[in-house]
């Protein structure tokens, strides 16, 4: 239904992957380096408001997941989780366990998504890399919220760092059709914010993981570590919201 270009997906109903430059006309684009958030709605009135509300709901709970994450990292940090048994946790506490062990130098053995014992901090690293450069384009460049219903682009809003608008809308656009785009800009906006607050939990979980890992280094090694806990969380919950 809705995707952004470049990095992670951020919290939302977003799907991230590099899209086509649907214009208006021939010569229309979306600004240089600008992101795209584009939103496909079915081609029904109520289908689309339907659609739109749940994805507002469904981002509602991911921004309350990234909010808790560094609650949930201290209450592990205090309940002595830094090391594997036969009874640690499972999820994200479990994998953030086992990038904690490959921080300090335990060892291979970790919570691999593939079951294996391979490391997965380089990988990791090369995400997180990805995200802070998703956060900075965030910040530095323009947004470009694109609406449109059954491939037929109605309306497209520029944003600027400031919070400057402009919009360029479909000829004759009808007034509902307009306000489904009004509502499409603001889950956008939104998720945009919702973004940055995860960047600002990343840096509050990293301190905590720096602790667990016990590393003169400070946080900075532990970054990566606590954005994974936090995308794991992101993704736990847009699992559920797709059962």
Same mark, same amino acid.
């Given at each position: 239904? #809705? ?43 109520? $289908? /689309? ?7 507002? %709901? ?10 808790? %994450? ?5 209450? =592990? ?10 009874? &640690?946790?499972? +999820? ?31 990988? #990791? ?43 360029? =809308? %479909? ?21 945009? &914010? ?5 960047? /600002?939990?990343?840096?509050?979980? @990293?301190? #905590?993981? %720096? =602790? ?5 280094? +400070?946080? @900075?090694?532990?970054?990566? /570590? ?12 847009? @699992?559920?919201? $797709?059962?």
């Amino acid at each position: 239904m #809705i995707d952004s270009a470049g990095g992670p997906p951020p919290p939302g109903p977003w799907e991230t992957r590099p899209a086509p430059a649907a214009s208006f006309s021939a010569g229309a684009a979306p600004e240089a380096q600008a992101t795209l958030w584009r939103v496909s709605l079915p081609a029904d009135p109520a $289908a /689309a408001w339907a659609e739109l509300r749940q994805a507002e %709901a469904g981002l509602a709970r991911q921004e309350a997941a990234v909010a808790d %994450a560094p609650a949930r990292l201290r209450r =592990l940090a205090a309940g002595g989780g830094t090391s594997f048994s036969s009874a &640690a946790p499972a +999820g994200p506490e479990g994998r953030l366990l086992g990038l904690v062990s490959e921080l300090r130098g335990e060892g291979a053995a970790s919570f691999s998504l593939g079951g294996g014992g391979e490391r997965e901090l380089p990988a #990791i690293e090369e995400r997180f890399r990805a995200f802070t450069q998703q956060v900075q384009d965030a910040v530095v460049h323009f947004a470009v919220v694109e609406t449109s219903q059954e491939r037929l682009l109605l309306a497209r809003t520029s944003v600027g760092w400031a919070g400057d608008m402009r919009s360029l =809308l %479909a000829a004759r656009l009808p007034g509902e059709q307009a306000a489904l785009h009004r509502r499409s800009l603001g889950l956008a906006m939104r998720s945009r &914010a919702a973004l940055l607050r995860s960047f /600002a939990s990343v840096m509050r979980g @990293a301190t #905590i993981v %720096a =602790l667990m890992v016990s590393s003169p280094l +400070g946080a @900075a090694t532990a970054l990566p /570590a606590a954005w994974s806990f936090v995308n794991d969380l992101l993704r736990e919950e847009r @699992a559920r919201q $797709a059962a």
